[in-house]
């Protein structure tokens, strides 16, 4: 799922006053609250060293701060990624999410509504603040005919114009979730393509794992789970993107809005039956993705699937390639990220294709 679509106010923090007075003198409430969202989350932060001073902080909070803090140093220490103020602040917004991004598409689409933001560039979601908000929005969007789905999301990036803090909101998540979002986020700030999604999660997706696996090496700690875990998150995106695979080829085909609506409803419940034969045959009853699948499904539902893993194997082949040098990842990665985008695209593909070469030599 996704859980860190970066959502970007644009100046620095001093020019902030005349940018909301001119907004709200404009009438614009969308940028206002996130403006204003925003300002409540920097007003939350607090040092964790601060924290850590105190004699009666929660014992899990406590041990989870530490956590982070290694973790952080670890990244930028070992990761080359950036030695900042990020994540080494913590913020209580007494909230379970961050913020609830809106997804929105056409009934026999599976291409979203796209927004554009200063810096971040153009995305598949609209931010809320507020749960309400997004599903105010979601509402007039579903009277307009489209298919919409609301998603919380714990954590996000502002690219490295903030100091952005852990938050209360992640702390359900168990150690190595904890720890790989600081990688993943970070990530985000070293290197950044507005526009390109998926370029932009399958690369920090990459960090994330690939600083995960260095850090736990380090530390003489075993994968977690044994990588139950992460086999199940791909094979419950694997049956996903399979499902959106046949519904983009019914959406393409010359069937009556009718017909074409009939068959959109048998397709979720396709989707239903391969989980429950799934989670029975393979996962032994676990059911950690039940309140997802059985919730109404839609087109919009299934954007967020894909893009943190698209181009996962080509960023792991460049990482490779250069023989596992961070420095010249990132520089590597840079590159990429400043080619054409139908240059760009080749070059991703040859990656996969050689990652894929790779792979089956050394299974052989």
């Known amino acids: 799922m996704p859980h860190c679509l970066s959502l970007l106010l644009d100046p620095p923090r001093w020019r902030w006053v005349p940018l909301a007075l001119v907004l709200l003198l404009n009438g614009c409430s ?17 040092p964790i060293s601060t924290l850590l001073a105190k004699p009666d902080l929660d014992p899990q909070l406590r041990q989870r701060l530490l956590l982070a803090q290694d973790a952080r140093s670890f990244a930028s220490r070992q990761l080359a990624l950036p030695d900042n103020g990020s994540y080494r602040l913590y913020a209580d917004l ?21 927004h554009c933001f200063p810096i971040a560039g153009c995305v598949a979601y609209r931010g809320f603040y507020e749960q309400n908000r997004a599903r105010g929005a979601a509402a007039l969007l579903k ?3 489209l298919d919409t789905y609301v998603a919380g999301i714990e954590a996000y990036s502002t690219l490295g114009w ?3 803090p ?3 909101t992640m702390l359900r998540w168990d150690d190595q979730r904890w720890v790989s979002v600081i990688f993943h986020e970070l990530a985000h700030q070293q290197f950044y393509l507005p526009g390109d999604t998926a370029f932009n999660e399958s690369y920090a997706s990459f960090v994330e794992t690939e600083g995960l696996r ?8 075993k994968s977690a789970e044994n990588g139950a875990r992460e086999r199940q998150r791909e094979q419950f995106s694997a049956l996903v993107l399979a499902s959106r695979e046949r519904l983009q080829r019914l959406y393409a085909s010359a069937t009556s809005a009718e017909q074409m609506r009939r068959e959109k409803a048998e397709e979720f419940e396709r989707l239903r039956r391969e989980y429950r034969v799934l989670r029975t045959t393979q996962w032994a009853g676990d059911g950690r993705y039940d309140a997802w699948i059985y919730s109404p499904l839609n087109n919009a539902k299934l954007l967020p699937f894909g893009l943190y893993d698209q181009w996962q194997p080509a960023f792991a082949e460049l990482f490779r390639q250069v023989g596992g040098d961070w420095p010249r990842f990132y520089a590597a990665v840079k590159t990429l990220g400043e080619l054409p985008d139908a240059e760009r695209q080749q070059r991703l593909e040859q990656l996969q294709q050689q990652q894929s070469k790779s792979a089956t030599v050394q299974s052989n």
């Open 94 to 114: 007494g909230r379970p999410y961050v913020v609830w991004n809106v997804f929105a598409t056409a009934e026999f689409s599976l291409e979203p509504q796209i």
């Open 30 to 46: 969308y940028y206002t609250q996130l403006l204003g969202g925003q300002l409540d989350l920097l007003a939350r932060r607090e």
């Open 166 to 168: 852990l938050l209360n």
């Open 214 to 221: 260095q850090w736990r090496l380090a530390r003489g700690l």
């Open 143 to 145: 009277q307009e005919g």
């Open 162 to 164: 903030f100091a952005d």
